[in-house]
Every structure is written in structure tokens, then in C-alpha cells.
């Protein structure tokens, strides 16, 4: 396989596992699977080559196909989908970047998906004190067309803490801070695909730059890393 290409044969594997989403079934083209998960994780490696030449990547990670049913109500054993990772390196770089694959369903996301206590106060915090910088890089007219509207759930009312009448209590009162780009399955398949994930990610850049920026540093904007 071209490894810059996701191909029409790994998505019609993933819409007959879909048809016949059971152990039997699996087991009997479990070797099929194998080799479109080979071709898509080579996809992945590609991409990320592509992303270290304007980020740094500390690691790629493939989610694995086996659904965890424990907790849920639907026990069908597999994903229809393939999905990955990249995180970015250290402790200065903040943000990931997630694709995921599935006929009918394909998109990417990009930004602070569960960000931890510490951090979710942090960005808060920032934005109560000004956020005239965060609203000024997510509705800037070129990342705002790769990306559209920041998304994200957020509770119902003021955080404790924080003042409802606040002028920016939309944003204070998210939860998550993400980017999310839908695309075809006609785009996904096309032979320009991986650049235009590689692209879009490149366009989160001012984003992940502003909030590494904040959560690297105090409201003082004193460095926590040192």
C-alpha cells in the first residue's frame, strides 16, 4: 500500500465488520483485519513524519480495535472505526492531535480534550483575567475556516469561583477545549488526504501556542518550568 493513502478496501472491511459485529465473524477475517490495520498504521507513521516537520511528536499511539463493553450497554465487541494519537513533546507542548477513520464518520480533533483539575483552573483563570487573546486566535478568519467553532462540553452555570455576570462566561464554563474538522468519505479517500490533516493540524499551531503559553506559566506569566 501507498502508505499516504487510506484505501477503498479497508473502508469496506470496516462497513462488513459493522454488518457483523461478532467474535465468529471477526475471527474468521481476523487476517484481513490485520492487514488493513498494517496499512493504516502506516498511514499514521507517515503523518507523523509529516507533523514533525513543523511540530515536535513524542509519540504515535493506534487505538486498538476491542471495545471495552464492561460498563456499557452495547456489547458488540469491535470498533467500526480505526483511531490515533499524537502527542506532542515534553512538558513546554501542550495539546494532541486525534484522527479517526470510519466510513461515514471520519473527522479530527485537536485541543484539550480532559484537561486535569490544575489545568482546567488554569485556563480559567486566564480567561477571567483577559481572554481578549484566546478569542482573538480561534476567530481569526484563517484558522476559523480550517476549523470553525471551538467546542467542547461546560457546565451549566458559573463554575464555583467564578462570577456568572462575568463577560466571559462562555468560555469560562467549558470543560473541554477542542477543534473538531469533519470530513467526507470521498476527501478521505482522495489522494490529497494526509495533507490536508497534515495542514489542519499545522493551523491549530497559534491555538496550542497560546495555551502552552498559559499553562506553562503563572497569571504573572512567570515560568512554572523552571
Do not use: C
Not at 31 to 41: G, I, Y
Not at 64 to 91: E, Q
Amino acid at each position: 500500500m501507498n502508505n499516504s493513502l487510506i484505501t477503498k478496501e479497508a473502508f469496506d472491511f470496516l462497513e462488513e465488520l459493522a454488518q457483523n459485529n461478532n467474535k465468529e465473524w471477526f475471527s474468521e477475517h481476523k487476517s484481513t483485519f490485520k492487514k488493513h490495520e498494517a496499512d493504516v498504521k502506516s498511514f499514521y507513521k507517515r503523518l507523523q513524519e509529516l507533523l514533525d516537520t513543523h511540530d515536535e511528536i513524542e509519540k504515535m499511539k493506534m487505538f486498538r480495535i476491542y471495545r471495552d463493553v464492561r460498563f456499557s450497554k452495547d456489547k458488540t465487541p469491535y470498533k467500526t472505526h480505526f483511531a490515533g494519537s499524537f502527542s506532542r513533546l515534553g512538558a513546554r507542548l501542550r495539546g494532541g492531535y486525534y484522527l479517526h477513520i470510519k466510513p461515514g464518520g471520519s473527522f479530527v480533533a485537536t485541543g484539550f480534550w480532559a484537561p486535569n483539575k490544575e489545568d482546567l483552573f488554569r485556563i480559567r483563570k486566564e480567561l477571567e483575567m483577559d481572554a481578549t487573546d484566546f478569542r482573538k486566535v480561534i476567530n481569526g478568519k484563517n484558522f476559523k475556516s480550517v476549523w470553525g467553532e471551538l467546542q467542547g462540553e461546560g457546565v451549566k452555570t458559573a463554575p464555583k469561583g467564578f462570577d456568572k455576570e462575568h463577560p466571559d462566561i462562555d468560555l469560562i464554563k467549558k470543560k473541554q477545549f477542542i477543534f473538531v474538522r469533519n470530513f467526507s468519505d470521498a476527501e478521505v479517500l482522495s489522494q490529497n488526504f494526509i495533507n490536508e490533516v497534515n495542514e489542519s493540524f499545522k493551523a491549530i499551531r497559534p491555538y496550542f501556542d497560546l495555551m502552552s503559553d498559559i499553562l506553562t506559566t503563572n497569571l504573572n506569566g512567570e515560568s512554572l518550568l523552571d
